[in-house]
């Protein structure tokens, strides 16, 4: 909703999210009073951030609506700046809507996960399905995932991790929750940010988040009810490049072995065995005749009990590297 309801900043928002690398930019679908009655009055975090305005969700979300023109323009648009537009609906007439645009997976918003109406209904599209689940509990999101999967399969199901408050309390993130939910319920799963800053959600890729969803604006100063809990564009791109290199860094083999990277440097950080003193001709070595050093392309230390009492065959200067030539 950081358009506040202008599509020249709709098309900057989508801009910034190309420019971040992201691979979706998702708007919210809805006419308002297919959501809100006119006499619901606005969440704490609303009225907090929406400079004292009147208290009725109705009119704010009146605002915020995208015409179904606008829909297919800001389609045109991401298309032209090589980012998938994608969208969240709140009413069955907004899914039937977006159905129609072609749309080859529905998310679903965490105030939804009640509604069995509007769980029917994205299940009978037949396609993948990504569900928030703030506001939760473990009984809520299995009823909500029995609905879908009478059309949809689980394994086309991610299911993310979400805390609804803006901004989200550090303490209350509860990540591992995230793991429960694809231990217990055997899907995909993901998380959905409300936190300020960047570090949950790498750090919930890190943990095998498959979705990353997370608000974002061109300032957070702009009156509106979620820019205070948002990125702006700088911090969406580090964030996009914090997670690509997690996601590099936890796609290897897993096997412990060392990378072609780091191979080359095994001869100048590891030690061989040297004499710690000259040695004369005839010495039996003992263990205070060596010493460790730099570079390792010798005899390892690890087989220093091979060397010791051993005969030394020549003379050697101090801080020599031994050779098994050099004893007998």
Do not use: W
């Not at 055997?186 to 997370?214: M, R």
């Not at 936890?250 to 080359?264: Q, R, T």
């Amino acid at each position: 909703m950081n358009h506040n309801g202008k599509l020249a900043t709709a098309k900057e928002l989508i801009d910034v999210a190309a420019d971040a690398g992201a691979d979706l930019v998702k708007f919210q679908t809805f006419k308002a009073e297919s959501v809100v009655s006119k006499e619901a009055s606005k969440a704490e975090y609303q009225k907090n951030y929406m400079g004292g305005v009147e208290d009725s969700q109705y009119k704010m979300l009146k605002t915020l609506e995208l015409s179904e023109d606008d829909h297919h323009e800001l389609i045109s648009y991401a298309d032209l700046r090589g980012i998938q537009f994608f969208s969240t609906a709140f009413d069955i007439e907004g899914l039937e809507f977006l159905n129609t645009l072609g749309f080859n997976q529905f998310k679903i918003p965490s105030g939804e996960i009640t509604n069995f109406s509007y769980l029917s209904k994205v299940a009978s599209f037949h396609k993948p399905v990504i569900l928030s689940t703030g506001m939760s509990d473990m009984t809520e999101i299995k009823a909500a995932l029995k609905v879908l999967e009478q059309g949809v399969e689980k394994n086309d199901i991610t299911v993310l991790h979400c805390n609804t408050e803006y901004p989200t309390p550090m303490e209350d993130v509860n990540l591992h929750a995230m793991l429960t939910i694809g231990q217990e319920c055997g899907v995909k799963v993901g998380y959905s940010d409300h936190t300020l800053g960047i570090e949950v959600p790498v750090a919930a890729v890190a943990l095998g988040a498959t979705v990353i969803e997370k608000h974002f604006t061109l300032d957070r100063k702009l009156p509106g009810p979620d820019h205070r809990a948002s990125l702006e564009p700088s911090e969406l791109r580090a964030m996009v490049t914090a997670i690509r290199n997690v996601e590099m860094a936890i796609s290897g083999h897993g096997l412990k072995k060392p990378s072609s990277s780091e191979a080359k440097n095994k001869e100048f950080v590891r030690k061989s065995i040297h004499t710690a003193r000259a040695l004369k001709k005839g010495k039996i070595l003992m263990p205070d005749d060596i010493i460790a050093l730099r570079p390792g392309n010798g005899i390892s230390p690890m087989l220093l009990m091979t060397v010791l009492g051993k005969e030394v065959v020549h003379d050697l200067p101090a801080f020599t590297k031994l050779h098994l030539s050099d004893v007998k």
